[in-house]
C-alpha cells in the first residue's frame, strides 16, 4: 500500500482563502517533499523538509511534520486561481532506495 | 521549465510490444528516476540510476527496465506491454551525492503512453 495518504482528496476555496492538505505516511522516513502538478503535466518541487526539522516556510507556503504523529500538513496562504493544481507528498525512506507519493489533494482555487 | 525533456511526448502501442522512452537530464544532473502515473493517481517509483548504476526499485516487474548514459541521459524500456501499462511516465533528475532522494528532484513534462 502506499507510504503517503493526503487528506482531503478534494478542496475547493476562495481567492484569497487559506487552504491546507494533511499528509500521513507509515514508516520511518528520511525526508518528506511536497509537490504540485497542473493537469496530468510534470511535477513541480515545493518544499522538502528532513526527519529532524518541525517546519519550514517558503514564500506563501508553510510545511509542518511530526514523526511521532507520521503526519505533514502544506499552509497555502493567501491562495490564487494559479493556485489551482494537484498537490502530492512523498516520502524517502530510511535507506534512500524508495520514494512513494499519496494519491494527491486536488485543490481549486476560485477567483 | 526544468531543463528535463522526455521523448516522445504522446505513444501508442499494442498489448505484447516493447517500447523505449527517453529522459535527457538537467545538466549536472548524476541522479535519474522513473515514475508511473495512471490517470487520477500519484506517480509510482519505478526505479532511479545514480552514475549509470541501478540504485532502488520499485514494486515493478523485471520486464521494466532502465539504462543511464555516461551523458546522464535515460532511457525506460518496457517490454511485453499490458494495458495496465497505459499511463503517464515520468523522469526526474536531482543532483544527489550518492543517489537517493534526499534532494530537490525536477521533473520533466512526461510521455503519455497508451496501450491497445
Known amino acids: 500500500s502506499q507510504q503517503g495518504e493526503e487528506d482531503p482528496q478534494a478542496l475547493s476555496i476562495q481567492e484569497g482563502e487559506n487552504a491546507t492538505m494533511n499528509c500521513s505516511y507509515k514508516?520511518?522516513?528520511?525526508?518528506l517533499q511536497w509537490y504540485r502538478q497542473n493537469s496530468g503535466r510534470g511535477l513541480v518541487h515545493l518544499i522538502l523538509?528532513?526527519?529532524?526539522?518541525r517546519e519550514k516556510h517558503s514564500g506563501r507556503l508553510r510545511v509542518t511534520l511530526d514523526t511521532s504523529k507520521k503526519s505533514s500538513s502544506l499552509l497555502i496562504t493567501a491562495s490564487r486561481a494559479a493556485d489551482t493544481a494537484s498537490y502530492f507528498c512523498?516520502?524517502?525512506?530510511?535507506?534512500?532506495?524508495?520514494?512513494?507519493f499519496g494519491p494527491g489533494t486536488r485543490l481549486s482555487v476560485l477567483p | 521549465e526544468t531543463g528535463v525533456t522526455q521523448s516522445p511526448t504522446h505513444l501508442i502501442k499494442t498489448r505484447g510490444q516493447q517500447v523505449t522512452l527517453r529522459c535527457s537530464s538537467q545538466?549536472?544532473?548524476?541522479?535519474v528516476s522513473w515514475y508511473q502515473q495512471a490517470l487520477g493517481q500519484g506517480p509510482q517509483f519505478i526505479f532511479q540510476?545514480?552514475?549509470?548504476?541501478?540504485?532502488g526499485r520499485g514494486n515493478f516487474p523485471p520486464r521494466f527496465s532502465g539504462l543511464q548514459f555516461p551523458n546522464y541521459s535515460s532511457e525506460l524500456n518496457v517490454n511485453a506491454l499490458e494495458l495496465d501499462d497505459s499511463a503517464l511516465y515520468l523522469c526526474?533528475?536531482?543532483?544527489?551525492?550518492?543517489?537517493?532522494?534526499?534532494?530537490?528532484?525536477?521533473f520533466g513534462p512526461g510521455t503519455r503512453l497508451t496501450v491497445t
Open positions: 526526474a533528475s536531482s543532483l544527489a551525492v550518492i543517489g537517493g532522494f534526499s534532494y530537490e528532484q525536477y
Open positions: 514508516t520511518s522516513i528520511n525526508n
Open positions: 523538509i528532513r526527519s529532524n526539522e
Open positions: 512523498a516520502t524517502e525512506d530510511n535507506y534512500g532506495q524508495n520514494f512513494v
Open positions: 545538466s549536472g544532473h548524476n541522479t
Open positions: 540510476y545514480y552514475r549509470e548504476e541501478e540504485n
